[in-house]
């Protein structure tokens, strides 16, 4: 490894691209971290290395003129010994795409906040006549604190030039412009075109262009995706609108900018909080109706119990005046005038007076008492009646006033209850709004969490789902071994024996225990500090290792099968046969994950003790082939340019193949700087850098891919 580029200490590698590499640096001068990219020359033809070259200077000069929050700073641009190097800030923080590629998803408010920062750095770009064309979730980069960095403008375009403006497919094909894909003139709404892809899989969780290369291509050129809201129910249809437009094919159909594409973005999320105020408003309403219907029904509940009750007490006094009527009929003889009563005493008078002329005088005296006796008698019988009548037209009047003020009481039991009833009416309906609005806040507060949960949940599945096959894998794997141990003992054990687990299954090598001198000694030519010690390494068991590594067609398997989700670039030299490239250390662990599930045998990465050991075959030189290799043995540093397909150059005395050549292989090992205090059992080294992991062998420039290693149990 490098110690030093022009003033800068290089501390470690943090990253590989297909033009070269970046490093953790230190500038001495400053006392700061630094991230340093050296660009690899050789890998290059030298008719393509003028462009190149340009290309890379241009990086650092259309990065280093935007002066953003949202744009990563480049600090310095030089050359050491040939090789150019760009210095810029030390970011800590994770790719928006090793999120993505997790299956996070991302609440509304945070999305609309990442997109309008991208929005705001493109438009810086833009104005200073700078287009990205490689926007894609890897080049976002994610800071601790939650905001974001655009990097990697290293295939932008300045207007100025006219480098790399027509006949250059140049980008990532899933986040492409048609013209881009076309490899026709673009200009910054091809950049639009991206950001609006990856707003889509944001708002998602999906790509809107998947497939091979080709299909990818045929699909951004001429297949509308399915609406964001179809696949999201979560979100509005406002936000379809907007993505559509960013994503027209035709680029005088999208954004005329950056700054437009974040206003829209801004009027969807008003109109998103619009449409969950107007849910509130028509559920409030819903709520008010069904208030008011309910008045309605308790009003004509309480006028009907009013109208019975009074009903009632109609009845009632009309039953008691019959009563009394009735009573008085049997009780007392019809009222009569007290004219004929004084006219019959007048009778009595006169027939007394008639008496005394017409009866002997004896019986006067006794006529007239008895005649006195009639008087006071039928005096006495008239105050009798006029005593009744008297009585029964005060019982009348009373009997009436016990029937008004009953129908007043009635009456004011009326007001009182439609009174009652409205007061309570007016307060259940404040208690349903309350309610409705409590409840409507309470879901919009749980969204979030309740998205949150699923999401966990699931993850959480998946893992269990995961282990669980994991287990099981394990023991289908662990009985099929015992069993062919037991069937077949010599052909499972027997060095170079070649077979294959399953149909479709990379063909594998037995390779037998042993033990072997790890490392390159001081004296050897070019050997780098990070070589040694030297030290002595013993594998007690045997072992199987990948006869090739693993191809396009293999990880392809993978991916028709969903058992890999990212699907490689093959840099346009073609798949098959050939070794895949562009895939990262955690491609490669699912790689071997779903063929252990595939196969029902454990697979897994070599450790790098295993991986020196089947590569040396038995050897102590510097190579299997000797203290050199020719490139007629192997295909490294560049000697054609690109990979060959995997069996090209012969095997060496294990039966492996390219071992020294084509591309660099993944490791089990986390990264150590040296061999001092690593594992000397052949075990894979966990301890150290695991952010990154060591690959090993030789490439044609800096692709990685991987050979597979199976365990014998």
């Known amino acids: 490894m490098l110690e030093k580029i022009g003033k800068y200490e290089i501390r470690k590698e943090i990253g590989r691209g297909a033009m070269g590499t970046v490093y953790e640096g230190f500038d001495p001068v400053i006392g700061r971290r630094v991230a340093v990219k050296t660009l690899r020359t050789e890998v290059f033809d030298p008719s393509q290395l003028p462009d190149v070259l340009e290309r890379f200077k241009r990086e650092a000069q259309s990065a280093g003129r935007l002066a953003h929050p949202h744009i990563i700073t480049i600090y310095d641009y030089g050359a050491e010994n040939g090789i150019p190097y760009i210095v810029m800030e030390f970011m800590t923080g994770t790719e928006l795409g090793v999120f993505l590629a997790r299956g996070s998803r991302f609440p509304l408010d945070e999305i609309v906040r990442l997109m309008t920062q991208l929005l705001a750095a493109l438009a810086v770009a833009h104005e200073n006549g700078v287009v990205h064309r490689d926007l894609k979730p890897a080049n976002m980069f994610l800071l601790q604190d939650g905001s974001l960095k655009v990097v990697d403008f290293g295939i932008a375009h300045v207007e100025a030039s006219d480098l790399t403006d027509t006949g250059m497919m140049l980008g990532t094909p899933a986040y492409m412009s048609p013209e881009q894909c076309l490899g026709t003139k673009v200009d910054h709404r091809s950049d639009l075109f991206s950001a609006g892809v990856i707003f889509y899989q944001l708002l998602t969780g999906d790509k809107p262009f998947t497939g091979s290369l080709t299909t990818i291509i045929q699909k951004v050129m001429r297949q509308e995706p399915l609406p964001p809201s179809e696949l999201n129910p979560m979100i509005s249809t406002a936000w379809d609108?907007?993505?559509?437009?960013?994503?027209?094919?035709?680029?005088?159909?999208?954004?005329?900018?950056?700054?437009?594409?974040?206003?829209?973005?801004?009027?969807?999320?008003?109109?998103?909080?619009?449409?969950?105020?107007?849910?509130?408003?028509?559920?409030?309403?819903?709520?008010?109706?069904?208030?008011?219907?309910?008045?309605?029904?308790?009003?004509?509940?309480?006028?009907?119990?009013?109208?019975?009750?009074?009903?009632?007490?109609?009845?009632?006094?009309?039953?008691?005046?019959?009563?009394?009527?009735?009573?008085?009929?049997?009780?007392?003889?019809?009222?009569?005038?007290?004219?004929?009563?004084?006219?019959?005493?007048?009778?009595?008078?006169?027939?007394?007076?008639?008496?005394?002329?017409?009866?002997?005088?004896?019986?006067?005296?006794?006529?007239?008492?008895?005649?006195?006796?009639?008087?006071?008698?039928?005096?006495?019988?008239?105050?009798?009646?006029?005593?009744?009548?008297?009585?029964?037209?005060?019982?009348?009047?009373?009997?009436?006033?016990?029937?008004?003020?009953?129908?007043?009481?009635?009456?004011?039991?009326?007001?009182?209850?439609?009174?009652?009833?409205?007061?309570?009416?007016?307060?259940?309906?404040?208690?349903?709004?309350?309610?409705?609005?409590?409840?409507?806040?309470?879901?919009?507060?749980?969204?979030k969490d309740e998205l949150a949960a699923r999401l966990q949940a699931e993850s959480e599945a998946r893992r269990k789902a995961e282990e669980q096959a994991k287990k099981d894998a394990a023991e289908r794997a662990k009985a099929d071994a015992a069993k062919k141990v037991e069937e077949a003992p010599q052909a499972v054990t027997k060095p170079g024996t070649a077979f294959r687990d399953c149909d479709g299954c990379p063909e594998m090598v037995m390779i037998p225990a042993g033990n072997f001198l790890m490392g390159s000694p001081d004296s050897e030519a070019g050997r780098s500090s990070d070589e040694g010690p030297q030290h002595r390494v013993s594998i007690s068991r045997p072992f199987a290792a990948g006869k090739y590594e693993v191809t396009f067609d293999e990880w392809d398997a993978c991916v028709r099968e969903s058992g890999c989700s990212h699907n490689p670039s093959d840099q346009g030299w073609g798949r098959g046969k050939r070794p895949v490239i562009n895939v990262s250390w955690q491609d490669a662990k699912k790689f071997t994950e779903w063929l252990s599930r595939k196969s029902g045998k454990r697979y897994r990465l070599l450790t790098e003790a295993e991986w020196e050991y089947v590569a040396r075959a038995g050897t102590t030189t510097a190579y299997s082939t000797g203290a050199t290799i020719a490139t007629s043995q192997a295909n490294y540093s560049g000697n054609l340019g690109k990979t060959v397909a995997v069996g090209s150059y012969g095997p060496n005395a294990f039966g492996v193949h390219d071992v020294h050549g084509n591309v660099y292989e993944w490791t089990e090992d986390c990264w150590n700087a040296s061999y001092a205090g690593a594992p000397t059992n052949g075990s894979a080294w966990l301890s150290g850098d695991c952010s990154d992991r060591v690959s090993r062998g030789g490439s044609w420039s800096d692709g990685i891919g991987f050979r597979l290693a199976r365990t014998l149990e």
């Open 241 to 447: 609108k907007v993505v559509a437009r960013a994503m027209a094919k035709k680029p005088e159909a999208r954004y005329e900018s950056a700054r437009q594409f974040s206003e829209a973005i801004k009027v969807a999320f008003q109109a998103d909080h619009a449409h969950e105020a107007e849910a509130q408003r028509k559920a409030a309403e819903a709520a008010e109706h069904a208030h008011r219907a309910a008045e309605e029904r308790s009003r004509a509940e309480a006028a009907r119990r009013i109208e019975e009750e009074r009903r009632e007490v109609e009845e009632k006094a009309r039953a008691e005046t019959a009563r009394r009527k009735a009573e008085e009929t049997v009780a007392m003889p019809p009222a009569r005038s007290r004219k004929p009563v004084i006219a019959a005493l007048a009778v009595v008078a006169a027939l007394g007076v008639l008496a005394a002329v017409l009866f002997p005088r004896e019986d006067v005296g006794k006529r007239m008492a008895d005649a006195e006796a009639a008087r006071v008698a039928a005096e006495s019988r008239a105050r009798e009646e006029t005593e009744k009548r008297t009585k029964a037209e005060a019982l009348a009047r009373e009997e009436g006033d016990k029937r008004s003020k009953l129908e007043a009481d009635a009456a004011r039991r009326e007001a009182d209850a439609k009174r009652d009833a409205e007061l309570a009416a007016k307060v259940r309906a404040e208690e349903e709004a309350k309610k409705v609005v409590e409840e409507k806040t309470k879901v919009l507060a749980l969204k």
